[in-house]
């Protein structure tokens, strides 16, 4: 098999060349580790999922077919219309979406909370029935408001939900995006900020999706950052920074240690590739990111 | 393999280099002060064979130990009140005793064939950061003549204010930039140091391509701890290499991780062969 031998002469160069280095560089036998988990088994330190809208032109029955494939176990921020699709496949939606007004209109804003309290007591049950724990919501734009005042606002209205979250069993998770490049005027866009409402709001029901791209970019300080707030956060994305391609040696985050660190916090739940594949088969990127991010 | 493990092979490639020659592409120095249980004499032997062509955040007193091995200072510092980091020039009380520390020892830099020298802007004290700003420039600006004269670039560096140096004032690149635009003299930069930058702001790649005119130094440092830059912290320093060659710089990286492992010399040799991109 083609592939094999070339991965068996690619650890083979590797050996030679650690041979004649004087002290192991260790980087290289990471990854000469991950090769040896191509194929069929990941090593299950991870859960791995990834996001269905990076992969915008590949139908997602395909893409559930090359997900299961590479060893994935989820295809997210799907609803309630493509789960069926997912199932079908053995895969679950480890962080659905389908309710909510979108990113830019969220809980921040008072005049929002009827309807978001509405669209998402409409979602529980479907997720609850499909037997899924998760769902997305978002703070919306600042639009001049102070954080304190966002916070505040944002803690009223989902505290709204929190019966209901509890009863159907269902987290909702608030991304962490970044106001620089992608989403100008978010108001989730530190981590200090979301652990805040975290604490406001004071349920297990509701936690954060910290996103290592959006927060590379606002913040740095990524695995310091995960120590320290990993208990407010329910949900991990990806990225390569900058550009939000792949997150191999092309951008400024070793990925591979942001999942050990991620791994001692005790976290059980999903780490989503949400990475734009920049190469032609987008479905190869999809497998290095996974490998990249499939520690031992 | 149906795609290239491109990390791998940066790492393979880069252990060809090991030993005899490195790429060229970054002019490698290391700090002094990461190796101070081993003599400057023993240090400098290791840099030379290790392929280093300066080590830095040395005083007047060391020059001359350099000097016999060959090797340059990239970021002397000099004495003094000019070698503190918590009071610098945000504060007009230090301004007089700043600017006689700097005219002694700009004179020596250029004698000494160094071209820049460190400085700092001093701690907050709960200044505001336009204040700050201001009052370095004001101070900075008297020595810009001396500085245009003997050809020595004054380097300020960027640290953290979160977990090594509570309030001090410059931590911000955009504050470094503003107060580059401020004093508006190219004898006055930026040390951009990627441990403290990427502590206080991440985004490191995009902030040097977008501030590197502002920039004449860069040190180094594992995310989170300040150890080796290997595969035990968060960033990948080849792709950061990578971009600040792009930006056409000259100047020179300053290794400046503290060593974990027992062998230090083995870490700085790690920490060179991972800094020094094809």
Not at chain 1, 264 to 277: D, L, S, W
Not at chain 2, 187 to 210: N, P, S, W
């Amino acid at each position: 098999m083609k592939t094999k031998s070339d991965r068996r002469s690619v650890l083979k160069k590797l050996t030679a060349g650690a041979g004649l280095s004087v002290l192991p560089l260790s980087l290289a036998n990471v990854f000469a580790a991950s090769e040896k988990a191509l194929g069929p088994k990941l090593k299950g330190q991870i859960n791995h999922s990834v996001c269905k809208w990076c992969y915008g032109k590949i139908p997602l029955e395909t893409f559930a077919q090359e997900a299961k494939k590479i060893g994935l176990k989820s295809i997210e921020l799907l609803g309630p219309e493509d789960w069926p699709t997912l199932k079908k496949y053995g895969l679950t939606c480890a962080l659905p979406n389908g309710a909510g007004m979108g990113i830019e209109k969220g809980f921040n804003d008072p005049a929002n909370h009827d309807e978001l309290v509405k669209s998402y007591e409409e979602i529980f049950p479907k997720l609850q029935a499909a037997g899924y724990t998760t769902v997305i919501c978002f703070s919306g734009n600042r639009r001049g408001m102070s954080d304190i005042d966002g916070m505040r606002n944002a803690a009223v209205g989902l505290k709204r939900l929190m019966p209901s979250a509890e009863k159907y069993n269902v987290t909702l998770i608030m991304e962490l995006l970044n106001s620089k490049v992608n989403h100008k005027d978010y108001m989730c866009d530190r981590t200090e900020w979301g652990a805040g409402l975290c604490e406001m709001i004071g349920s297990e029901k509701f936690k954060l999706l910290y996103d290592i791209y959006h927060m590379q970019i606002m913040e740095g300080d990524v695995i310091a950052t995960i120590k320290k707030y990993h208990k407010y956060i329910g949900h991990y994305h990806t990225g390569g920074v900058p550009g939000r391609n792949e997150i191999d040696d092309t951008q400024e985050l070793y990925y591979p240690a942001i999942m050990k660190a991620i791994v001692e916090t005790g976290f059980k739940g999903f780490v989503a590739q949400e990475f734009i594949p920049k190469r032609p088969d987008q479905i190869a990127s999809l497998k290095q990111g996974v490998e990249i991010c499939d520690i031992a | 393999m149906s795609l290239p493990l491109t990390m791998t092979n940066v790492f393979a490639a880069s252990e060809k280099v090991l030993g005899t020659k490195l790429n060229g592409k970054i002019n490698h120095s290391v700090c002094r002060w990461c190796y101070s249980k081993i003599p400057l004499d023993t240090l400098a032997q290791e840099a030379k064979k290790i392929g280093l062509t300066s080590i830095e955040l040395c005083g007047p007193e060391e020059w001359a130990t350099l000097k016999q091995h060959g090797l340059t200072c990239a970021l002397p510092w000099g004495e003094g009140l000019t070698r503190s980091l918590d009071k610098g020039f945000c504060d007009p009380a230090n301004h007089d005793e700043l600017i006689k520390g700097f005219t002694d020892i700009i004179p020596k830099v250029q004698a000494a064939g160094y071209k820049q020298i460190i400085c700092f802007s001093g701690n907050r004290r709960g200044m505001n950061d336009v204040d700050g700003m201001r009052n370095c420039a004001v101070g900075l600006r008297k020595l810009m003549p001396l500085a245009e004269k003997h050809n020595v670039t004054l380097v300020m560096e960027l640290l953290n204010s979160k977990v090594n140096h509570k309030d001090y004032m410059c931590d911000r690149t955009l504050w470094g930039a503003g107060l580059c635009e401020m004093v508006g003299s190219e004898k006055f930069k930026l040390l951009y140091d990627i441990y403290h930058m990427q502590i206080m702001e991440g985004d490191v790649i995009a902030t040097i391509r977008k501030y590197h005119k502002y920039i004449a130094h860069y040190h180094t440092g594992g995310v989170p701890g300040r150890n080796e830059i290997d595969e035990t912290q968060e960033l990948y320093y080849p792709a950061i290499m990578k971009a600040i060659a792009e930006t056409g710089y000259t100047g020179f990286v300053g290794q400046e991780f503290v060593p974990s492992r027992k062998d230090d010399i083995a870490s700085l040799k790690q920490g060179v062969t991972i800094c020094d991109i094809a």
